[in-house]
């Protein structure tokens, strides 16, 4: 079966700290994976998007890796922010199809 | 308007009624999706709209009946719901199957539904 965690489901850091936020999946036949953030009652927004035959994407403070033999990848942030408190999902999407299947989540709280 | 924009953002209906959800997205995108997001639920998969045509339907059952018709505009037909379909519904949309294309997603501000 093919499933997408997100350990852990909360966490809260001070602000200025560097932090890594982890995706694992079970299926290596992946097509793209992709980091999005959600703040409460609103739609998704993209962060970053990996393709299967990149190892990592950058984005300003925010840096996504890619490890297809591990199942893994990581959100890495730099110097959080109050501002970057949000819920952070990872979605991989798998070649076989359009299907895709979302992790549950990290709930991240950056305290002033 | 860019984007992907959802109608109404909030919708609160009746076991009985029947109502719609509308998406429209403005990034001249080929495929469309719907997703359900319940508390404390991964987000699922609903229906897949790839160039007008559904290629997608994760055993959703029959009171959801989605529309495509044409590559801009999603619909999601509701009718006889249960109080545990209450949810944030959320269309997305990406550009697939052409050169350069990535396949990623953006997604809509949702639709939060209630039924009681």
């Known amino acids: 079966k093919q499933e997408v965690t997100q350990i852990p489901a909360a966490l809260s850091v001070p602000e200025g700290e560097n932090l890594v936020l982890n995706c694992s999946f079970t299926d290596s036949a992946i097509y793209n994976l992709q980091w999005f953030r959600q703040d409460p009652g609103k739609g998704l927004t993209s962060l970053l998007l990996?393709?299967?035959?990149?190892r990592e994407q950058t984005s300003g403070r925010l840096n996504a890796s890619l490890d297809k033999s591990s199942g893994r990848s990581t959100l890495y942030i730099a110097a959080s922010q109050p501002g970057d408190s949000a819920t952070y999902l990872c979605?991989?999407?798998?070649?076989?199809?359009?299907?895709?299947?979302f992790g549950s989540g990290t709930r991240l709280s950056i305290r002033p | 308007e860019t984007g992907v924009t959802q109608t109404p953002r909030h919708l609160v209906m009746g076991m009985t009624n029947k109502k719609s959800l509308k998406c429209e997205q403005h990034?001249?995108?080929?495929?469309m999706y719907w997703y359900k997001q319940s508390a404390k639920k991964p987000l699922e998969l609903m229906f897949v709209?790839?160039?007008?045509?559904?290629?997608e339907n994760n055993s959703v059952p029959s009171r959801f009946s989605p529309e495509c018709p044409n590559s801009s505009h999603l619909f999601l037909h509701l009718h006889t719901l249960q109080p545990e379909d209450s949810a944030l519904y959320l269309c997305?949309?990406?550009?697939?199957?052409?050169?350069?294309?990535?396949?990623?997603?953006?997604f809509g501000p949702g639709t939060r539904l209630t039924v009681t």
């Open positions: 990996i393709q299967s035959s990149q």
């Open positions: 979605a991989v999407r798998y070649s076989s199809a359009s299907k895709i299947i």
């Open positions: 997305a949309s990406s550009q697939e199957g052409t050169s350069g294309s990535r396949g990623e997603q953006y």
């Open positions: 709209y790839n160039f007008k045509e559904q290629t």
């Open positions: 990034l001249g995108h080929n495929a």
